[in-house]
């Protein structure tokens, strides 16, 4: 009974060492906009991202591990930040509770 809330926030990073590919996901593009008046625009179950060739090949030295999958992790919060991408290989997105 009654309303079933989730947030999620942040991003997710999966690395294949071998191909050198990265897969970066964000995860809840809700956001409240406004000054004065108060608006909203995203959803807070959509997720988008990209699968793409790295620039550099991919070592899984300590330094990447500390980066992405740490509790100093760095959170992606703009895809067009990402500065290791050679080529896009394809886009995602959806939604996690559909």
């Known amino acids: 009974m009654g309303e ?8 997710c990073t999966f690395e294949d060492l071998t191909n050198h590919r990265k897969a970066v996901i964000c995860i809840n593009s809700f956001k409240k906009v406004g000054w004065i008046g108060s608006a909203t625009t995203g959803c807070k ?13 991919l070592s899984g030295d300590k330094e990447s591990i500390k980066k992405n999958h740490s509790k100093d992790m760095e959170f992606v919060t703009d895809l067009s930040s990402l500065k290791d991408v050679k080529k896009q290989i394809c886009q995602i997105e959806g939604s996690w509770l559909k």
């Not at 079933?4 to 991003?11: A, C, L, M, N």
């Not at 179950?45 to 090949?57: H, R, T, V, Y």
């Open 4 to 11: 079933r809330t989730i947030e999620v926030i942040g991003s």
């Open 45 to 57: 179950d959509s997720i988008n991202g990209i699968i793409f060739d790295c620039s550099k090949p």
